[in-house]
């Protein structure tokens, strides 16, 4: 059973940084391209980033752009999500996903495997 866990979430002030890590199980994504999106509540769900399979390509939302880093480990099956100078807007749910080859890095129809979500909380 193919699965992507989300971990690392959790309630923080303003300013202050987290690391979300999604690990993959019961198959290989080392080919894959993975994104992380978010969801607050009565929100639709809006692309955070994405990386290459490689990692020599990423992409960011404007809104997290030079706060926020993907990045990604081949060798254990992970991705990170480096979130600094966070904000309170960025509460939400957090998710991964992967796709062998999105058409639109940020589009979450495009990705066909995706986690669980972590729930991360900035408070003022």
């Known amino acids: 059973q193919v699965q992507l866990v989300e971990s690392g979430g959790r309630m923080v002030q303003a300013g202050d940084s987290l690391r979300l890590t999604c690990a993959a199980s019961g198959r290989t994504f080392t080919h894959y391209a993975k994104g992380w999106f978010r969801q607050a509540p009565g929100k639709e769900r809006e692309f955070v980033a994405a990386i290459s399979w490689g990692g020599d390509s990423t992409y960011y939302a404007d809104s997290v752009k030079g706060r926020f880093t993907i990045s990604r480990d081949n060798a254990k099956n992970t991705v990170y999500l480096q979130m600094n100078s966070l904000k309170p807007e960025d509460t939400a749910v957090y998710y991964c996903?992967?796709?062998?080859?999105?058409?639109?890095?940020?589009?979450?129809?495009?990705?066909?495997?995706w986690g669980q979500g972590t729930q991360v909380t900035v408070s003022s």
């Open positions: 996903a992967a796709d062998f080859a999105p058409r639109g890095w940020s589009v979450p129809g495009e990705y066909d495997y």
